[in-house]
């Protein structure tokens, strides 16, 4: 399996984006080259599609197909395949605050320490759907990561399209985020353009 081992805060550095972002609280004091040429518009598309990928930490054929999916779906393909991406199991157990980053809840998902429904998944791409409980499996609610993840989450606010009971270890989804309950920058328009290409 292909794992991208670049350090985060340089990526993030590189890519414009906030640790925050990413479940870190390190901040890189190295000040940035400035850039002599100006972006082109392919520069541009390019960059908000690797930023998207580095977020999600998804690899480029599975990023096409989920753009592949946006577009069969009703409605606007960008809005559609940011929806996507933040469906996807480990993103959610991430904004739930049951892993403090999402390469954390990656690798808690792929440990089976997590149910869907009541039923262990150990897929971290698997879609939740509106309705489904997301829970912290019975014989992983005394791990160190998951207690330190809800330690270091309490500041972090649950988004509206989640619901948790912390004392229970689980989450609600009450519905499919739309583009507005997304708090990512990341113009997917762009990415859309670049495909469509």
Same mark, same amino acid.
């Given at each position: 399996?292909?794992?991208?081992?670049?350090?985060?805060?340089?990526?993030?550095?590189? +890519?414009?984006?906030?640790?925050?972002?990413?479940?870190?609280?390190?901040?890189?004091?190295?000040?940035?080259?400035?850039?002599?040429?100006?972006?082109?518009?392919?520069?541009?598309?390019?960059?908000?599609?690797?930023?998207?990928?580095?977020?999600?930490?998804? +690899?480029?054929?599975?990023?096409?197909?989920?753009?592949?999916?946006?577009?069969?779906?009703?409605?606007?393909?960008?809005?559609?395949?940011?929806?996507?991406?933040?469906?996807? +199991?480990?993103?959610?157990?991430?904004?739930?605050?049951?892993?403090?980053?999402?390469?954390?809840?990656?690798?808690?998902?792929?440990?089976?320490?997590?149910?869907?429904?009541?039923?262990?998944?150990?897929?971290?791409?698997?879609?939740?759907?509106?309705?489904?409980?997301?829970?912290?499996?019975?014989?992983?609610?005394?791990?160190?990561?998951?207690?330190?993840?809800?330690?270091?989450?309490?500041?972090?606010?649950?988004?509206?399209?989640?619901?948790?009971?912390?004392?229970? +270890?689980?989450?609600?989804?009450?519905?499919?985020?739309?583009?507005?309950?997304?708090?990512?920058?990341?113009?997917?328009?762009?990415?859309?353009?670049?495909?469509?290409?």
């Amino acid at each position: 399996m292909a794992v991208d081992r670049t350090p985060v805060l340089k990526r993030c550095r590189q +890519l414009g984006i906030d640790p925050v972002v990413m479940g870190i609280n390190k901040e890189s004091h190295r000040q940035p080259k400035q850039r002599r040429r100006q972006e082109s518009e392919y520069g541009t598309q390019l960059r908000e599609k690797q930023k998207a990928k580095f977020i999600y930490g998804v +690899l480029e054929k599975q990023f096409r197909s989920y753009y592949k999916l946006a577009l069969k779906r009703e409605g606007i393909t960008g809005d559609n395949l940011m929806t996507i991406l933040e469906s996807r +199991l480990d993103n959610v157990v991430f904004r739930l605050g049951f892993a403090r980053t999402r390469k954390e809840a990656r690798q808690t998902v792929l440990h089976g320490h997590i149910t869907v429904n009541g039923h262990r998944v150990d897929i971290p791409s698997y879609q939740v759907k509106a309705g489904d409980v997301v829970a912290v499996a019975p014989k992983a609610k005394d791990l160190l990561p998951i207690k330190e993840a809800l330690i270091s989450s309490e500041h972090m606010a649950v988004p509206a399209w989640l619901e948790v009971d912390i004392e229970k +270890l689980q989450g609600t989804v009450l519905q499919l985020p739309n583009r507005d309950q997304i708090d990512l920058d990341i113009d997917a328009q762009l990415i859309v353009e670049l495909y469509s290409k």
